[in-house]
């Protein structure tokens, strides 16, 4: 975004709102992978604890123990725009606001050319 305002090319800003929303997207398959395993190994662990202490029935998932986990979803991706989760959807929000804000004002940078004093041909940027 900020070579995108210096440079006074509106395309990178929704160069930078596409990006946002794929690394969200990226990054949200990742977490819900990182979810499911969490609740593998909290499952098996209980299962290993109740077999250390002898428990008389012993905590055995329905499905049995696996550590098989299931491929992102969509409704797994809006789970995790929960209002708790902000800090996670939080910043990627903000990139894809302002740069969309930014693409839509297109803020031009105002460059004043004063000539040099040494070389009467070139200009010199303020």
């Known amino acids: 975004m900020a ?5 006074a090319e509106p395309v990178l800003y929704i160069v930078a709102a596409v990006l946002s929303v794929l690394l ?7 977490k819900q992978i990182q979810d499911h395993y969490i609740q593998k190994s909290i499952q098996i662990e209980r299962t290993l604890n109740d ?11 329905k499905r049995g123990i696996s550590t098989l986990v299931k491929t992102p979803t969509w409704r797994g991706y809006f789970k995790q725009l929960r209002w708790r989760n902000v800090l996670f959807w939080g910043p990627y929000f903000c990139v894809l606001v302002c740069s969309l804000i930014l693409a839509w004002l297109q ?10 004093e040494e070389h ?6 303020d």
């Open 107 to 116: 803020p031009v940078i105002a460059e004043s050319k004063k000539p040099c």
């Open 3 to 7: 070579y995108g305002y210096i440079h």
């Open 24 to 30: 969200f997207l990226l990054e949200a398959g990742y």
């Open 51 to 61: 077999l250390l202490v002898n428990e008389e029935e012993p905590y055995i998932h």
């Open 120 to 125: 009467p041909r070139a200009a010199v940027l």
